[in-house]
């Protein structure tokens, strides 16, 4: 049975934000991202990026480039919160869709009359999120997740597109091969060396080339080009979480130890996050007594991935919640609201060496295990449980005081 796979992306996001709290930057090259000469640009306006300014880039280049650009410091909070708002519209109209990013979704209209009527249903869709939000966002409707995704991007500014059945190998054959969802630079300059430029070449190739090129990936991307891709959408629930918890072998009321703990379980978790690339906008600790009351609060919090946001939001937490000077039997962090992104969301606080710092660390924990680096505060605390990778798709090592 053939599917209809709507993608929804909000268009330059945090621009757009930016331009809904002040109208004068409409029509305005606009940079977001940390200010300092050290800081990197989250986010370009079209405006910026015509001077060849784009996301990544440091903030000093992007300014010489675009003199002229307004420089704005990002506010993830209002990112965050501009981000939900969008996610309950999409809620309300889509029981089932995926949250792909703090901008970006997928919804399965399959079997909503016929395809007429979804193209219809996500038309309605995108005038609601624009009418209610102010904001510019774009849609590709076709049978799959890679062709709309790549519609969407065709679509964009502030536009739709659909691709009627059938016709997704023409849709993408004039496209350059970088249209291609994983396609990077490295995949990209192997394909360019081998002269190729357009999807349309891909097309044409023989499959079993593409992967003497390019090994295990050359068969997806032939696939993709050829658009072709079974992926599921996976559905958004803001209850999916990563945990980890810590029964006592004996209780204890030791606040420092406590505290220590606490940070070991956050860096760790934080660690999976990044790892899976992945970022949470709710945190919370559990606390349970010697006479077994147990207690929790959660916090929201801006979509993060970083240690320095983390630990200090967990030990807040822990500050209120531990009111009664008793004997602790087990504490717990958890981390829900999880969406696909990288560091980009935290760019605005975070200069070029701080990213290389969590980059390097996060590879030294990939190579010789999750605690081989720590902070000094959790250097007492017993191992925590090693994890694997809770977002590739392998059955997750339970512990005995990790709940998944
Ligand atoms: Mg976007």
Not at 83 to 106: H, M, N, Q, R
């Amino acid at each position: 049975m053939n599917r209809t796979i709507l993608h929804l992306d909000l268009d330059t996001f945090f621009v757009s934000v930016e331009r809904l709290l002040d109208s004068r930057l409409n029509g305005r090259p606009i940079l977001v991202g940390g200010i300092s000469d050290r800081g990197v640009v989250a986010a370009c306006s079209y405006e910026a990026r015509a001077f060849g300014v784009h996301s990544g880039m440091p903030m000093k280049m992007a300014r010489n480039l675009c003199p002229e650009a307004v420089v704005i410091k990002g506010n993830a909070g209002t990112y965050t919160k501009q981000s939900e708002l969008v996610t309950e519209i999409i809620k309300e109209g889509v029981p089932l869709f995926e949250k792909a990013s703090i901008d970006e979704f997928y919804a399965d209209l399959s079997g909503m009359d016929k395809f007429f009527g979804s193209y219809k249903y996500a038309s309605e869709l995108r005038k609601r999120i624009i009418n209610e939000t102010g904001l510019p966002i774009s849609f590709g409707l076709s049978v799959n997740k890679v062709v709309s995704k790549v519609a969407t991007g065709e679509a964009k500014p502030n536009n739709q597109l659909k691709i009627g059945f059938g016709l997704e190998k023409p849709f993408l054959a004039p496209l350059s091969i970088r249209k291609i969802p994983m396609v990077g630079d490295k995949t990209y300059l192997t394909l360019r060396n081998l002269g190729i430029k357009q999807i349309r070449t891909l097309q044409e190739m023989p499959r079993d080339m593409m992967s003497t090129v390019l090994g295990k990936n050359g068969l997806t991307i032939w696939n993709r080009a050829n658009g072709v891709d079974n992926t599921p959408i996976t559905p958004y629930s803001e209850r999916k979480s990563i945990s980890t918890e810590r029964t006592f072998d004996r209780d204890t009321i030791d606040v420092y130890r406590l505290r220590s703990i606490l940070t070991a379980m956050t860096e760790n978790l934080a660690f999976q996050l990044r790892r899976g690339e992945k970022l949470t906008a709710c945190v919370s600790v559990k606390l349970r007594y010697s006479d077994f009351q147990t207690c929790s609060k959660q916090m929201k919090i801006p979509y993060t991935s970083a240690d320095h946001i983390l630990i200090p939001a967990i030990q807040d937490l822990f500050n209120q919640l531990y009111n009664r000077r008793l004997l602790v039997r087990l504490i717990g962090v958890r981390f829900t609201h999880l969406v696909h992104g990288h560091y980009q969301i935290n760019l605005f606080e975070d200069t070029q060496q701080s990213i290389r710092l969590y980059q390097a660390l996060d590879k030294i924990r990939e190579r010789y295990g999750d605690r081989s680096v720590i902070r000094a505060t959790s250097m007492g605390v017993r191992t925590i449980g090693r994890m694997t990778n809770p977002f590739n798709g392998d059955p997750p090592i339970i512990l005995a005081h990790r709940k998944q």
